[in-house]
């Protein structure tokens, strides 16, 4: 049967398959967790400093990065865990490479606020 969903009906189901998402990124996943609490402490305190408006944005949006690469990496793990539990390098392949992206976007999320800190305690 095919989804004719259309307009506000079909945005109001892509936020409750969102919030699923949310979801099942917390109930399964360490990573996540320990990343969304992580991203939260640094919201707070990017609200707390004494920073100017772009650089506030620019650290919550490089905590907030990590968080969504995180839900990226958790999926793509899903997906290869539904396909098959036995070994292939293709397989290790694409789980590398999302760990990968997540390590890149929290070194991205250090430089941002190592640099933006730097600049504003000078």
Same mark, same amino acid.
């Given at each position: 049967?095919?989804?004719?969903?259309?307009?506000l009906?079909?945005?109001?189901?892509?936020?409750?398959?969102?919030?699923?998402?949310?979801?099942?990124?917390?109930?399964?996943?360490?990573?996540?967790?320990?990343?969304a609490?992580?991203?939260?402490?640094?919201?707070?305190?990017?609200?707390?400093?004494?920073?100017?408006?772009?650089?506030?944005?620019? %650290?919550?949006? /490089?905590? &907030? !990065?990590?968080? @969504?690469?995180e839900? *990226?990496?958790?999926?793509i793990?899903?997906?290869v865990?539904?396909?098959?539990?036995?070994r292939?390098?293709?397989?290790?392949r694409?789980?590398? %490479?999302?760990? /990968?992206? &997540? !390590?890149?976007? @929290?070194?991205?999320? *250090?430089?941002?606020?190592?640099?933006?800190?730097?600049?504003?305690?000078r």
């Amino acid at each position: 049967m095919a989804n004719n969903a259309t307009g506000l009906v079909r945005i109001v189901k892509a936020a409750g398959y969102s919030w699923q998402g949310l979801r099942a990124a917390w109930q399964h996943e360490a990573a996540f967790r320990q990343e969304a609490l992580a991203a939260l402490v640094a919201i707070i305190v990017a609200c707390w400093l004494d920073v100017d408006i772009v650089s506030r944005i620019l %650290m919550i949006g /490089a905590v &907030v !990065l990590v968080v @969504i690469v995180e839900i *990226l990496n958790s999926a793509i793990e899903a997906v290869v865990d539904r396909i098959g539990q036995e070994r292939h390098p293709l397989a290790g392949r694409a789980k590398d %490479m999302g760990s /990968a992206a &997540v !390590l890149i976007s @929290i070194l991205l999320a *250090l430089f941002v606020w190592i640099a933006l800190l730097w600049t504003h305690l000078r």
